[in-house]
């Protein structure tokens, strides 16, 4: 086949999607693309300028508590007014403000104000992002177009990574902090040429939606509180897979090695390329099954990971086998997990709370930031190694599985 008919393909595939859900998925692909780098190199960077891994996770936990606040906030505003553009603009603004201060920083406190400001806008932008794809992707169905925006995503979270992770060896230690601003500034373009048609189509969709979703649901679903706090626990665990990792393999194990920084990258790399391939095919297949089949997935999926991560601590030369294989595992966790979270916490909502329930999902993020990093970071600080973390996850990952599958299947 000849690159001109892959293009046409391609180009018919993408235009299947209506346009504003195609303008959100450019919007969370600049997003992403800016926060890959962010998210999964911050700690190495920080960690290569000598600061502990105490001081590394004290700054994601704040970065959790602001982002706690602006989550409230922005929850109140969704339920109430259309005009979504605003908190992304503001979000990308104050986005801009923190990697000014991640570049310039030097000791703990530049530091720990960007990620404060970090913190606030992820509080604004992710509920906004998830709230507006359900009323966007008409005729096509939620999952589907959750499968395809978090696709996006794994695009621009690896090019970040791989990109960002280049352009920091070879061109300036903090250059995904650049890259960063500059995805803020696209993303502003987009809005601001697109504000007009967003509101309306919006207000146009709210409706209809609603009734899809039957708007007389008035009280939370009874397995709410199981359902969000498998979503705590498998949000807990991509954190410490994203921070966490890292830390542990450049510090080594038990009996295993210290894995060198350039290693690591790959390894990220490797599992963001995996997300990045199977996020599409594994979203549209959870698509077809039961609406909490993702999650049953992914637990199992994060359990047995976690549980490899914790026996490649105690071995030596065979430990990066079992590290490949739990990456593996991880990326179909992952991608189970992103695109069917949010249809599950969209539906069980009432149809008055939609904006907070969106604001819940994103607190869950933040929470296994608020956990996970602070803790983990002491138990390296004061073990050298995160084995004890990983065999935690895994048990309460498989106990977590365990009670759904009895409760609810």
């Known amino acids: 086949m000849s690159i001109s008919n892959k293009f046409l393909i391609s180009r018919l595939w993408w235009s299947q999607f209506p346009f504003h859900l195609r303008l959100i998925t450019k919007i969370r692909f600049f997003a992403s693309f800016g926060a890959g780098g962010v998210i999964y190199l911050t700690s ?3 960690n290569s300028l000598g600061f502990s891994a105490t001081e590394i996770g004290i700054g994601f936990t704040i970065s959790a508590i602001l982002g706690t606040l602006t989550r409230f906030f922005t929850g109140n505003y969704l339920n109430k007014i259309a005009k979504i553009h605003i908190p992304l603009v503001i979000s990308a603004l104050i986005n801009i403000t923190a990697g000014f201060f991640l570049i310039i920083s030097k000791d703990i ?11 606030a806008a992820a509080g604004i932008y992710w509920p906004t992002a998830e709230f507006v794809v359900p009323y966007f992707c008409h005729p096509i169905d939620t999952r589907k177009a959750y499968a395809l925006v978090r696709s996006s995503e ?49 207000e146009n969709s709210k409706k209809k939606v609603l009734d899809l979703i039957k708007s007389n649901q008035e009280s939370w679903n009874k397995n709410s509180i199981l359902i969000v706090t498998s979503i705590v626990l498998i949000t ?3 954190a410490l897979i994203q921070v966490t990792l ?5 510090k080594g194990g038990v009996y295993r090695e210290v894995i060198n920084d350039q290693l690591i990258s790959l390894i990220i790399s490797f599992q963001l390329i995996l997300l990045l391939i199977l996020q599409w095919p ?11 089949f993702g999650l049953k997935f992914s637990l199992l999926n994060f359990s047995f990971a976690s549980l490899l991560l914790f026996i490649s601590s105690f071995l030596n030369v065979s430990a990066f086998y079992f590290i490949f294989i739990a990456i593996i595992l991880i990326s179909l966790g992952t991608s189970s997990f992103l ?5 599950i916490v969209f539906s069980i909502a009432p149809s008055n709370k939609k904006g907070y329930a969106l604001a819940l999902l994103s607190q869950c993020f933040a929470m296994g930031y608020f956990f996970g990093p602070f803790i983990s970071g002491r138990v390296l600080d004061l073990f050298g190694y995160a084995s004890i973390i990983w065999g935690s996850i895994s048990f309460l990952c498989l106990s977590m599985f365990t009670i759904i599958l009895k409760k609810l299947f």
Do not use: E, H
Not at 246 to 250: G, I, R
Not at 339 to 343: F, K, R, V
């Open 282 to 292: 594994i979203g549209s297949w959870i698509s077809t099954k039961g609406k909490l």
């Open 236 to 238: 807990t665990s991509l």
């Open 154 to 202: 794994a695009l621009g979270i690896f090019l970040g990574v791989f990109i960002g992770g280049l352009m920091n060896n070879f061109l300036y230690l903090k250059s995904i902090f650049i890259n960063d601003i500059f995805c803020m500034f696209a993303i502003i373009f987009l809005l601001k040429r697109n504000k007009v048609s967003i509101k309306k189509t919006l």
């Open 246 to 250: 890292p830390l542990d393999l450049v």
């Open 44 to 46: 190495l960077i920080f």
């Open 339 to 343: 695109p069917t979270s949010t249809d």
């Open 109 to 119: 406190y530049f530091y720990i104000i960007g990620q404060a400001l970090i913190g």
